[in-house]
């Protein structure tokens, strides 16, 4: 019986109604041993699997539908499918779970190492990949340790490295580190990180990592949630995964609701079954928004998603449906902002987050950022001048051009524009940044213009100085 | 002289035979270095261009990077606090205004005493139990402001010992022995595995 309560030694978690394919072992304050792991069916898929024709393996991931979870939705089974006949081939495990908004990789990676190490040699046996690098986030020193330890336990007991469980098959998994980076969970960025280099992308194509990966090889990059749900399916089967979740996107999803809601938590929720209003408001989930105030605004997915507003509480939780709808489900990361939320306020924070963690490749990101987070500094503290609004949408065409997904907004006769945004880059981060800019300014584009000096006749105060320091030195004339 | 130590130099070594190209060790022996002395150095940058085969210059550049290395003395206890969304939304701003009063410092700077240096960061991946941060990249929840005063004296008064200093990650380390392990080579001399060649369908007409 579930609790509907949290899960003390699994900060945040939730023990909700509903099906648990990766969250089964959470209740269990030592589910991280491998005794305890064996003890609750631990391994057996491996141990099935490995007397399995490696295409039919990989043939039951495809017909599983397994979405990817680290953002891109991408299925997992088709990724595998773009490697050529060429090796050494290798996986990679991303585990840089960085996302604003985002927590379930690491609860996984502390939680269930094992479930984890399992999912990557079931996918190295379908593939033939020579060896696993389980990359995980450096700040995450417990996941780590959860790790290394799994794996010494794990490498002991013959369930990874030479000669697994008395076989043939050979697979190493190999830990590593992060050092710090959002870029580096971007694939092509985290196999340059992992080859000891600057954590900057790749051009795709070419340098898709199915076809040139890590030392040019080919390589697949999964998410740590993703491989996770892969000891479940091979146990129980493509058709039963697909009994959960809805036709498009079958399977459950962890997702985690923070912000302005009364209980903020992380929960597995089954795809397509639920929509936004149900998380927010439900028993089974987040309980209302709290001090019982009104919903402003909210990141359907992570910081780098286009806000969503009241009139979008209807949307399942479907892929299609909210890239249809203006934004992505992204990462799972569900950000609440009530009635009190400064909306200028809220968009320089994530915007300011990107400018910080550009990686400095491409210059529309490298410079775009920087102006578009010393621009809103600038009007979130009064300074700003009067064509910055327009200012801050241009830097944002240079970044992503044309019109940029968003929310519908009936009231002002704005039809959505479907996800995803165009970009000038290498990878999406730059483009990112541009949506909360446009999802504040299309919207509150009133709370911009109030803060802007030349409102002070309309009696308005500029905002208190921030801690960071206001960067208002660029005061020098706009030619 | 923070030049790895004889005993890191094993470990390093170790580390590195777990990688098919000796770079990709480039970031887990600064980590090392990081740990054995608290900060990343130049000499240390210099010994593992040396244990690795690149030059100095590249080390540092790939350290230069990544927010977690400090190419500087830092304090015994790094604070990092959260500001990000969904922090910013419960309160992290104001924790770390709190913290920066009490402790005299601004974000990037260290106390006299040298034990704590202070660090507003982006997203630790812990944001409904916000407001949050992490000290030596070991999290607490939820907290208010007498809950960082308790921190911050229980710090001061070595009552914390599951926090290491900093520098320190995982104190679990992984070992392969060379008896237990696949193998790893270099790209060039790793091919095919054998079990996955005889397990491949054979090909009609095939001899």
Known sequence: MASNAYVEHAPGYVDNEGPKVVTSRFGDPESYRLANYEDTGGYNALRAVINMDPSDVHGQVRDAVLLGRGGAGFP???????????????????????????YKDRLLMERDPHQLIEG??????ALGLNTCFLYVRGEMALAQERIAQALNDAYEAGYVGRNIMGTDVSIDVVLT??????????????????????????????FFPAAKGLYMKPTIVNNVETLSNLPWIVINGAEAYKKFGSERSPGTRMLAISGHVNRPGVYEVEQGKVTFRDLFYGDNFCQGIRDGNELK???????????????????????????????????????????????????????????????????????????????????????????????LLSIGDQISPGPYPAAAHEAEGLTAVPFPPRQT???????????????????FRHEFELRLPAAADHGFRPSGETSSGSEIADNEVVS | MSRLSAANVLLAREIISRYPR?????????????EQNGWVTNEAMEHIAELIGVTPA?????????EMFKREPVGKYMVNICTNISCLLNGGEELLHHAEETLGIKPGGTTDDGLF????????AACTEAPCLQVNYRYEYRIDNQGFDRMIEDLRGGKRSDIPTHGTLGRIRQHIDSDRGAGIESPEKTGKPDWFASREPVEEGAS
Not at chain 1, 120 to 125: D, H, Q, V
């Open chain 1, 76 to 102: 997992a089974g088709v990724k595998w499918g773009f490697m050529p006949p060429v090796w050494p081939r290798y996986l990679v495990v991303n585990g840089d779970e960085s996302e604003p908004g985002t």
């Open chain 1, 120 to 125: 990557c040699l079931i996918t190295c046996f």
């Open chain 1, 177 to 206: 580190w992060g050092a710090g980076a959002y870029i580096v969970g971007e694939e092509t960025a985290l196999i340059e990180s992992l080859e000891g280099n600057r954590g900057m992308p790749r051009l795709k194509p070419p």
């Open chain 1, 297 to 391: 605004m909210f990141i359907p997915g992570g910081g780098s998603a286009p806000w969503f507003f009241p009139e979008q509480l209807d949307i399942p939780l479907e892929a299609s449906d909210v890239g249809a709808a203006g934004s992505m489900l992204g990462s799972g990361a569900l950000v609440v902002m009530d009635e009190t939320t400064d909306a200028v306020k809220a968009c320089l924070r994530v915007v300011r987050f990107f400018a910080r963690e550009s990686c400095g490749k491409c210059t529309p990101c490298r410079e775009g950022t920087t102006w578009e987070e010393k621009i809103l500094q600038r009007i979130n503290d009064g300074y700003g001048r009067m064509e910055d609004i327009e200012l």
């Open chain 1, 425 to 443: 880059t290498i990878c999406p981060l730059g483009p990112s940044s541009v949506a909360p800019i446009t999802s504040a300014i299309r919207r």
């Open chain 2, 22 to 34: 000796p770079k990709s060790a480039l970031i887990p022996l600064l980590h090392l270095s990081q």
């Open chain 2, 58 to 66: 590249e080390v540092l550049g790939t350290c230069s990077f990544y």
């Open chain 2, 117 to 124: 240096t202070l660090e507003d960061v982006e997203c630790i």
